[in-house]
């Protein structure tokens, strides 16, 4: 079989060590095959041009358009006193808006002689704001000659031009020519599809569909390509969950039946208020899941405050009830506490086992994470390994070799984006056989998305809000068109505390990061508008000092000492504190239910589920909550339209698809998901539904049918290509 070393050549064999090396760097492409698939972003058409009206801002953009306008302007800087330092400024078209386009000092001779008005050419670069106006500085560029005798107007691929997901250090052009040079080799590339699939879909072959997404010549072309490469995506992936799942489903597991008048029980009669109907119901799935001889493999999905954390407390319950140990991981050492403090809260004396006045059917509760001091990290595990403890809440450190347990039963995952499967692997083998496990988040996600990236995991959702949750009202603050609006929204924060509540404020950033030597200043030209993101350090002085003074004011961030967080949290939670000035570390979890306001700075630095995470924030105890997200961002930028949709709805659902449609990518989950995302270049997880469904069935069908994939050497192969991106990924991760 020689077939298959064409696509594994290195690229720099045959494009050179140089452009190999960018490669290699900047788009993480290594051999022929994956250059094959860096499939093109979109097209452009030599006579129809891109629309410059909604270009994103701070991202790298390639541009067809013409030039309206070229002015050399002369001026006196400290490198050139005389007045000889120069400045292009070239204004390009495309119908749809203008963008201005500037050149300096030695940079502005060949433009200059090029770029005259009427010229066509392709523009790259990364888009930044100068005088409220979207500009290019010193982009890359092509001309379009097209009726040029000399330009080879068959490597633009005819009448279509391919634009590429681009790089400062290499133009969407030259990775187009790189495509040409080893698209011979698309010829050689082994099918992953059945051919039953293929045919009864009527879908073109892999090399056909690679010639025809770098190389069309129509656009039912570049349609028939698409259509073919999302079944290999969506199938391939949907292959490895479904081999997934039938791997777990092999193993054996301990089935884990409360007792009759246990624990759970005695829980139940506690608890002040009566379950919703959802919790009953995702509650009853759970525990059927428990009752069974293999592991539970189950997602939880719920809006924040619906009550997970409860559904997750019954299930640990019935655990130990049944003898077994159940252990919650939390992404941060902040949420462990707090998940430690609001179980033992919720479960009162019955947490105090073998301490007196504990109840009869009590059990230990341990904390454990990193940051504890030797002594008590060692009671905790010796609680664990004797079985005293029969509940654990902890941060990865309960993963690591030392600790072992009495017999782990149930792991609870919170926040599954920040966990990837092989350290969901690492705590299962902690079982005498792998224990039952259920992930939560509350990331509303998609049903596509969880069967993208969940696939292995049974999904149940909780979307009932529990009741006396109060609604929260969101607003834009545009605090550069209208300042006064920003003035204003402090004033709300204080009446806020004026009637006996609390606020928070999140910003980007800490503040007092060291500054990057290789982030010197650039050139003031280029800086004028880029002010780095507001940050708490700064912003909490400037409120302490001006807006809110006379307040309480507290700073929280993820550098600080654990111990020094926890007693900050404890402040704000006991109300000693008024505003608490925190970076996102508040995200998931802290729950203040006299908290009603947040002010969100440089809001359309996070993304929309971000927005709706932190919002969660507030309005959870009886008084309305309030959310004000600022932004300097003008009115018709992307960036205001995503907050617009935060503020327009509640529905965390309805903002991850927007989310979704917004980043074009499946990316909704943060850049843990091992693999999902990377293997992802054609498959929209919104528009695609379909396929994914169908694709799920076909892998679900030929995963039982031949799970070790004998006949198919092209699936394989292809598969093999995901699994080691997925563990390259994790090692990443470390």
Not at 282 to 298: C, G, W, Y
Not at 550 to 578: Q, S, Y
Request: with cysteine.
């Amino acid at each position: 079989m020689d077939l298959v070393p064409a696509l594994e050549e290195p690229l720099k064999k045959v494009l050179g060590p140089a452009t190999a090396k960018v490669m290699a760097e900047h788009l993480g492409l290594h051999s022929v095959g994956d250059l094959l698939h860096h499939y093109p972003r979109r097209y452009e058409e030599r006579g129809q041009l891109t629309h410059l009206a909604d270009l994103p801002l701070d991202e790298h953009v390639t541009v067809v358009a013409m030039v309206a306008d070229a002015r050399l302007h002369t001026f006196a800087s400290a490198k050139a006193p005389r007045g000889k330092g120069q400045r292009l400024e070239v204004t390009i078209t495309d119908g749809s808006g203008r963008l201005q386009l500037v050149f300096f000092g030695s940079g502005v001779h060949k433009p200059h002689k090029e770029l005259l008005p009427g010229t066509r050419a392709m523009f790259a670069g990364k888009v930044s704001v100068f005088n409220r106006r979207l500009q290019l500085a010193h982009p890359a560029y092509e001309l379009l000659r097209g009726d040029d005798p000399d330009e080879s107007v068959e490597s633009w691929a005819g009448a279509l031009i391919p634009l590429y997901p681009a790089t400062a250090k290499l133009e969407s052009w030259k990775i187009g020519k790189a495509v040409q040079t080893v698209l011979p080799s698309a010829q050689e590339a082994l099918d992953p599809l059945p051919p039953p699939l293929r045919e009864g879909r009527g879908l073109v072959s892999l090399p056909e569909a690679l010639l025809k997404i770098h190389r069309p010549h129509t656009k039912a072309d570049i349609a028939a390509a698409r259509d073919r490469l999302k079944w290999d995506e969506a199938f391939v992936l949907q292959v490895a969950l479904a081999r997934r799942r039938h791997a777990d489903a092999l193993l054996p597991a301990v089935a884990r039946r409360p007792a009759p008048d246990g624990l759970l029980t005695a829980f139940d009669d506690r608890l002040p208020f009566t379950l919703t109907d959802g919790q009953q119901k995702v509650s009853k799935e759970i525990f059927d899941d428990l009752a069974t001889e293999h592991p539970m493999h189950r997602l939880l999905q719920g809006e924040v405050g619906s009550g997970k954390t409860l559904v997750a407390l019954r299930a640990m319950l019935a655990v130990v009830d049944a003898g077994g140990q159940a252990a919650m991981l939390a992404p941060t050492e902040v949420l462990a506490q707090q998940h430690h403090r609001s179980v033992t809260e919720m479960m009162g004396e019955l947490a105090e086992g073998g301490m007196l006045g504990g109840a009869d059917h009590a059990t230990k509760v341990v904390l454990l994470t990193g940051s504890m001091g030797t002594a008590a990290r060692r009671q905790a595990m010796l609680d664990l390994v004797t079985g005293d403890a029969g509940i654990v809440i902890g941060t990865h450190a309960l993963i690591e070799d030392k600790v072992q347990f009495h017999d782990l039963g149930l792991v609870v995952v919170d926040e599954q984006h920040r966990f990837g499967v092989e350290q969901r692997d690492a705590l299962r083998g902690k079982g005498k056989q792998p224990p039952h496990l259920l992930v939560m988040t509350a990331t509303p996600i998609p049903r596509t998305v969880a069967m993208t990236v969940f696939g292995d995991l049974e999904t149940s959702v909780l979307d009932q809000l529990p009741a006396g949750r109060s609604p929260i009202a969101t607003h834009v603050v545009p605090a550069a068109d209208k300042p006064h609006f920003l003035a204003r929204a402090w004033e709300r924060v204080g009446e806020e505390v004026g009637n006996g509540h609390q606020a928070y404020v999140v910003c980007p950033r800490i503040g007092d990061e060291e500054d990057d030597p290789k982030k010197a200043k650039k050139s003031a030209e280029d800086e004028a508008e880029k002010r780095p993101p507001l940050a708490v350090l700064d912003v909490a002085d400037h409120l302490a000092k001006g807006p809110l003074s006379g307040l309480r004011v507290e700073v929280l961030h993820g550098r600080m000492h654990p111990d020094d967080k926890d007693a900050v949290m404890r402040r704000f939670a006991a109300g000693d504190t008024d505003v608490l000035v925190a970076t996102t570390v508040i995200e998931v979890g802290v729950n203040v239910p006299n908290a009603t306001a947040m002010v969100i700075m440089d809001a359309d630095r996070f993304g929309v589920s971000q927005l709706h995470q932190l919002r969660g924030r507030v309005g959870r105890g009886s008084a309305p909550g309030l959310c004000l997200l600022v932004t300097e961002m003008p009115e018709a930028s992307a960036a205001r339209q995503r907050l617009t949709a935060v503020a327009s709805t509640l529905d965390g659902f309805e903002l991850s698809r927007i989310d979704l449609e917004q980043r074009r990518e499946g990316d909704v989950l943060g850049q843990a998901q091992s693999g999902a995302r990377s293997s992802l270049r054609v498959l929209a997880v919104i528009e695609d539904e379909e396929i994914i469904a169908e694709a799920r069935e076909e892998a679900t069908a030929l995963v039982a049918r031949d799970p070790e994939l004998t006949d198919l050497p092209g699936l394989r192969t292809a598969l093999d290509a995901l699994l080691d991106e997925e563990r390259e990924q994790y090692l990443e991760k470390g």
